[in-house]
């Protein structure tokens, strides 16, 4: 069956849609984007996303008012698609544009939403860990844009690109001070003399859903957690780490730059977090 997509308040097959040649988002990159994780025809912590886009939206101007009800919409490409696990991407641009957007009123967004089977990490992915490399390409702590998700990441793709040419699965990035902002689509966690550890908002991150999810677990479990800058020399020196998003859940992190994480295995406090992380999920999605 072809993939069909939401499309400016009509599904639509894949091969029938269409946006204008003068989208700010495709001119500009101009625009927004979220991606979730729906299993069994159920989205994880959809509000929380809805949430999230809507700050941003709102800070670059861009009006919802005149697009359907975001929740609704993510759910009729769910249930059109009729998959048991899917990747769900909502995308937001401030719309058709003849000037160069100037970020104070966008009244008549494009709207986009897909859901597919693809972007499901693999089993054995979490058995042996993902191995990085540390990107030539910095976060700028001074940005607005890097606490959004915004459509213009081509930093981001930079990154991703040197992992990829380095045969690893995942970038870690720093910013302008040398300091560990985050992965090229993830957060990043680390374990230290038990405590767990992630680089505050202040570093150049994006506050990821997954990331939120994972402080509040480690609270309700009674592990001690700080979000502070962090150091390189901490990362490899750490006793386990791990990345975060919304595809991957809890991703163990084993080796940096060829120099393993720790045993250079998946540790037993990731373990733990990753079990009550699927834990917590099944039980929302069942609610």
Same mark, same amino acid.
Request: charged share 20%; with cysteine.
């Given at each position: 069956?072809?993939?069909?997509?939401?499309?400016?308040?009509?599904?639509?097959?894949?091969?029938?849609?269409?946006?204008?040649?003068?989208?700010?988002?495709?001119?500009?990159?101009?625009?927004?984007?979220?991606?979730?994780? #729906?299993?069994?025809? !159920? +989205?994880? &912590?959809?509000?929380?996303?809805? @949430?999230?886009?809507?700050? *941003?939206? %709102?800070? /670059?101007?861009?009006?919802?008012?005149?697009?359907?009800?975001?929740?609704?919409?993510?759910?009729?490409?769910?249930?059109?698609?009729?998959?048991?696990?899917?990747?769900?991407?909502?995308?937001?641009?401030?719309?058709?544009?003849?000037?160069?957007?100037?970020?104070?009123?966008?009244?008549?967004?494009?709207?986009?939403?897909?859901?597919?089977?693809?972007?499901?990490?693999?089993?054995?992915?979490?058995?042996?860990?993902?191995? #990085?490399?540390?990107? !030539? +390409?910095? &976060?700028?702590?001074?940005?607005? @844009?890097?606490?959004?998700? *915004?459509? %213009?990441? /081509?930093?981001?793709?930079?990154?991703?690109?040197?992992?990829?040419?380095?045969?690893?699965?995942?970038?870690?990035?720093?910013?302008?001070?040398?300091?560990?902002?985050?992965?090229?689509?993830?957060?990043?966690?680390?374990?230290?003399?038990?405590?767990?550890?992630?680089?505050?908002?202040?570093?150049?991150?994006?506050?990821?859903?997954?990331?939120?999810?994972?402080?509040?677990?480690?609270?309700?479990?009674?592990?001690?957690? #700080?979000?502070?800058?962090?150091?390189?020399?901490?990362?490899?020196?750490?006793?386990?780490?791990?990345?975060?998003? %919304?595809?991957?859940?809890?991703?163990?992190?084993?080796?940096?730059?060829?120099?393993?994480?720790?045993?250079?295995?998946?540790?037993?406090?990731?373990?733990?977090?990753?079990?009550?992380?699927?834990?917590?999920?099944?039980?929302?999605?069942?609610?």
């Amino acid at each position: 069956m072809e993939e069909i997509v939401y499309l400016n308040g009509s599904l639509l097959p894949l091969s029938q849609a269409r946006l204008s040649s003068l989208d700010s988002g495709f001119l500009y990159g101009c625009g927004l984007f979220e991606t979730m994780y #729906a299993q069994d025809g !159920r +989205v994880f &912590r959809l509000d929380r996303h809805m @949430a999230r886009l809507r700050r *941003s939206a %709102s800070f /670059l101007g861009i009006s919802l008012d005149s697009l359907p009800e975001l929740e609704g919409a993510v759910y009729e490409c769910l249930e059109a698609n009729r998959l048991p696990q899917a990747r769900i991407r909502l995308t937001l641009s401030a719309g058709e544009t003849r000037t160069i957007p100037q970020l104070t009123s966008h009244p008549s967004p494009t709207l986009l939403i897909t859901a597919t089977g693809s972007g499901i990490y693999p089993p054995e992915a979490y058995h042996r860990g993902f191995r #990085a490399i540390v990107s !030539r +390409v910095r &976060r700028n702590t001074m940005s607005p @844009a890097a606490s959004m998700k *915004s459509l %213009s990441c /081509l930093d981001l793709l930079l990154a991703r690109r040197e992992a990829r040419l380095a045969g690893v699965d995942e970038a870690l990035l720093l910013n302008e001070k040398g300091l560990v902002a985050e992965g090229g689509v993830s957060n990043i966690f680390l374990v230290s003399d038990g405590r767990l550890l992630t680089p505050g908002n202040d570093s150049g991150i994006l506050p990821g859903i997954t990331r939120e999810t994972v402080l509040e677990i480690a609270s309700a479990l009674g592990m001690a957690a #700080a979000e502070r800058s962090i150091g390189l020399d901490e990362v490899l020196a750490a006793e386990e780490a791990f990345f975060t998003n %919304s595809l991957m859940h809890v991703m163990p992190l084993t080796e940096v730059n060829g120099q393993p994480i720790g045993s250079g295995r998946p540790g037993e406090v990731t373990r733990r977090l990753s079990s009550a992380y699927q834990k917590l999920m099944a039980e929302e999605l069942s609610a």
